[in-house]
C-alpha cells in the first residue's frame, strides 16, 4: 500500500482505526472507502493505490468490531446510522468538508446512508453489490431466498457457534467463495470479533428491511457481478428511482467481492467516475 498509514480516531468512546494514504493533504480530493461483511479496510489495497497515483486521498475506516477497531458491547453500537457518524467525525478530525465515497455489500448501505441523510458531505457515489436500502428491502423472493444467511445470522449464539465450525453452515461453507477466507477466518476467530461482525446484521434488520428512504441527489455509479452469490440485479436496478443525480449502471462479470477479484477494472471505472466530478 505504498506510504499508506495507519491511524486512529475516537468516536462515541471508542478507539477506531483507519487507513489513510495522504495524511495531512488537503489539496487533494477525498475518497472515503467502506467495506462490508466480513472485510476491514485493508480489502481497499489495490483502490488505494491507484487512487493514490491518480492524485486523490484515500481514506478507509475499519468499522466498529472490525479490523483494528475497537468492539462495541452493546447491539445499538453497530446502528449503520451511528457507523455513518463515525466515519464523518473521522472525515471532520481530518479537516474533510466533502468526499467521494465509495462502499461494498454492508460498505454500499453505509454509503447509501450518508448521502441520503448528509448529502452536503458526498461529492459522488459508487455503490457495489448492495442498491438503496428502500430497493432491496422491497426486493422481491429471489433476492429473500439468496439472502437467507441474514436471518441465519441473526440467531445470535447459534449462528456463532455454527459459522465457527466446519459444517454446513460454517463461515467456510456460506462464505467460501471469498478470495481471502484463510485470512477472514483468523480475524474473526479471535475472541468476540465474529460477534461484532454480525452485529451489523442484528442492529439493522428493521431500519433497512422494512423502513423507506428518501433519495440521493449525489451522481451514482452502482456496480453488480453477475455471478454475486448473494445480491440478486434486480434490487440494484431498482435503485435508479431512488437516485436524483446522474445515474450509471454496470454490471460485471464474476462474483460478489469486487474489490479483491476485479481491481483492475474497478479502479478504472472509479477513476472515471471520480474524474468527472
Given amino acids: 500500500m505504498g506510504a499508506v498509514r495507519r491511524g486512529y480516531f475516537d468516536s462515541r468512546g471508542f478507539r477506531l482505526s483507519y487507513l489513510d494514504s495522504a495524511p495531512g493533504a488537503r489539496d487533494r480530493p477525498a475518497v472515503l472507502l467502506l467495506h462490508g461483511f466480513p472485510d476491514e479496510a485493508g480489502m481497499w489495497v489495490a483502490q488505494i493505490d491507484a487512487l493514490h497515483a491518480a492524485g486523490f486521498r484515500c481514506i478507509a475506516p475499519d468499522t466498529i468490531g472490525c479490523g483494528e477497531s475497537a468492539v462495541g458491547a452493546q447491539l445499538h453500537d453497530y446502528s449503520a446510522r451511528l457507523i455513518v457518524a463515525d466515519a464523518l467525525a473521522l472525515l ?22 450518508a448521502a441520503i441523510y448528509y448529502p452536503q458531505r458526498v461529492l459522488r457515489l459508487v ?38 465450525g466446519n459444517g454446513r453452515f460454517s463461515l467456510r461453507r456460506v462464505f467460501g467463495t471469498h478470495p481471502q477466507m484463510d485470512a477472514v477466518m483468523q480475524r474473526l476467530s479471535a475472541p468476540g470479533r465474529l460477534t461484532a461482525a454480525l452485529r451489523i446484521y442484528r442492529a439493522n434488520f428493521v431500519d433497512v428491511l422494512f423502513r423507506s428512504h428518501p433519495a440521493v441527489p449525489a451522481s451514482t455509479l452502482a456496480l453488480w457481478s453477475e455471478c454475486d452469490a448473494f445480491l440478486t440485479e434486480s434490487q440494484m436496478l431498482a435503485s435508479e428511482s431512488r437516485v436524483r443525480g446522474k445515474w450509471r449502471y454496470q454490471r460485471l462479470g464474476g462474483r460478489h467481492w469486487i474489490p479483491l477479484e476485479q481491481p483492475a477494472l474497478l479502479n478504472d471505472l472509479l477513476l472515471a467516475h471520480l474524474r468527472e466530478a
Avoid: C, M, N
Avoid at 431466498?145 to 436471518?151: C, F, N, Q, R
Fill in 92 to 113: 471532520d478530525q481530518l479537516g474533510i468538508a466533502q468526499a467521494h465515497i465509495v462502499g461494498h455489500d454492508w460498505g454500499a448501505v453505509l454509503a447509501w446512508y
Fill in 127 to 164: 455503490v457495489l453489490s448492495v442498491g438503496h436500502p428502500t430497493a432491496y428491502g422491497r426486493a422481491g423472493l429471489a433476492q429473500k431466498i439468496k439472502g437467507w444467511y441474514v436471518l441465519f445470522f441473526l440467531l445470535a449464539g447459534l449462528s456463532e457457534r455454527l459459522l465457527s
